[in-house]
């Protein structure tokens, strides 16, 4: 099942579309024929239970992974016709955190993003490094540049990933799971500098995060994944609702307001009660 998103950028110019993807893990059926577009400007948090499919989703409209069937296009052009260094150019990807596996400094770490843009005998230029430093600016990372990548902690080392994404500037960002290590400052100013990047245009974002309420606070849009074929698309308040979440998380939630501020929360039970998501006491 589909929610119709309306977006609020250029129709002409779509950023990326899934046409009838369908993605499965052995015998289970993670997404069905999955048809959405995603327009610049628009920043997706792509939430749903562990084991969903989230990884699988962004591994695949990246063009790391083909679906089981249907196809993701870019620019309205099929990821597998698109030649390695342009596609590189046009989209970023940002993996799970991974141990680092050699000595080198941040800024070197970051410049490993700026391949897709080296020419000639690929030495970096001025251009390049001026992009890695404007990076590590962004996320407050600047006294960092020098410091081996090996002597950060799992919060500092997620920043710098980030920030090699940034500095690849590609249009289009995937970031799986870009919060994760990361403490709640730290967590709201990388939403909040992934808020102001999307503002130059032509510029989108899609991330997998499991906090539903940051989602709701800096997310335009939410794609939420069952795991069993669903997905529910559109604006992040009309999807991320406590009767969506309570289904797909199998946990009733509510929602609770404060003046203009709201969140999602577990839904008080008595002990005696048995765990249902058929509660229609949960609203909007």
Known sequence: MMHASHHTSNQA????????????????????????TFYPGEIWCVAGPNGAGK?????TLAGLKQPSAGQVELDG???ARWHGQQLAQRRALMPQSAPDAFSASVLDIVMLNRFPHLTGWGWEREA???????????LGLTEFAARDVLSLSGGERQRVSLAGVLCQQAP????????SHLDLHHQIACLEALSEWTREPGR????????LNLARRFATHALLLDGAGAAYAGPAHDVLTPALTSRVFGYPLILIRDGEHEALIPAPRLRHESPSVNDTSASR
Do not use: I, Y
């Open 77 to 79: 052009v099929p990821l």
């Open 128 to 138: 390049d490094r001026d992009a890695a430093h404007a990076a590590l600016d962004v």
């Open 55 to 59: 990884t699988t989703l962004l591994s």
């Open 13 to 36: 110019q779509p950023a990326l579309s899934a046409q009838r993807v369908t993605l499965r893990a052995g015998a289970r059926t993670l997404l069905d024929a999955f048809t959405h």
């Open 204 to 211: 989108t974002v899609l991330f997998s995060c499991h906090d």
């Open 172 to 179: 289009l960002l995937l970031l799986d799971e870009p919060l």
